[in-house]
């Protein structure tokens, strides 16, 4: 079941997108007890939302935070060859 969909710019990060919205879900009673999320949305602060609201937010933790200047963008790696 999808019961929200926001489309953003590219250059919004997926942490900022998740607050709206569970908020926008909670106005409307449908903010499940547990929504399953990927890496790209695991930030302490929302773990932190979710459990004040009475919802799991469970997901993969993040290898290394994102940097603010590197939000949205994907992570780029270097290799040296040799």
Same mark, same amino acid.
């Given at each position: 079941?999808?019961? %929200?969909? @926001?489309?953003? $710019?590219?250059?919004?990060? $997926?942490?900022?997108?998740?607050?709206?919205?569970? %908020?926008?879900?909670?106005? +409307?009673?449908?903010?499940?007890?547990?929504?399953?999320?990927?890496?790209?949305?695991?930030?302490?602060? +929302?773990? +932190? @939302?979710?459990?004040?609201?009475?919802?799991?937010?469970?997901?993969?933790?993040? %290898? %290394?935070?994102?940097?603010?200047?590197?939000?949205?963008?994907? @992570?780029?790696?270097?290799?040296?060859?040799?």
């Amino acid at each position: 079941m999808i019961p %929200q969909v @926001a489309t953003t $710019d590219a250059v919004v990060a $997926d942490t900022e997108m998740t607050e709206p919205v569970h %908020q926008t879900l909670t106005e +409307l009673e449908l903010l499940p007890d547990m929504h399953v999320i990927d890496s790209g949305y695991t930030a302490a602060a +929302l773990l +932190l @939302a979710a459990t004040k609201r009475g919802s799991e937010l469970p997901g993969p933790a993040r %290898q %290394q935070p994102l940097a603010p200047e590197n939000r949205g963008r994907p @992570a780029l790696t270097s290799h040296r060859l040799g």
